[in-house]
């Protein structure tokens, strides 16, 4: 069984240039989020006086899910070729 903690998750700017949408070219979806939330949040462990100073101030403490496999994508469906599933 996996070690579960409290990360401190902190909004640094606004979406890339107050967008709210980007295009983000990658092999995933993961990847595609991994490579815009770089650029607007970090995430760092939560200190004993973080808990304490957020939790006081009303922020409740969220569960992360376990993010599941994403489904395979069908390539070749954009050129016409015939469909094969590979995994992103």
Not at 16 to 35: P, T, Y
């Amino acid at each position: 069984m996996s070690t579960r903690r409290i990360y401190k998750v902190t909004h640094l700017k606004e979406l890339i240039s107050k967008q709210q949408e980007v295009l983000v070219e990658s092999e995933s979806k993961g990847g595609a989020l991994r490579h815009v939330a770089e650029k607007c949040l970090s995430v760092e462990l939560a200190s004993q006086f973080d808990l304490i100073r957020l939790t006081q101030d009303g922020v409740k403490v969220e569960a992360a899910k376990v993010a599941p496999e994403e489904p395979p994508i069908e390539e070749g469906a954009a050129n016409g070729k015939a469909k094969k599933k590979v995994w992103a």
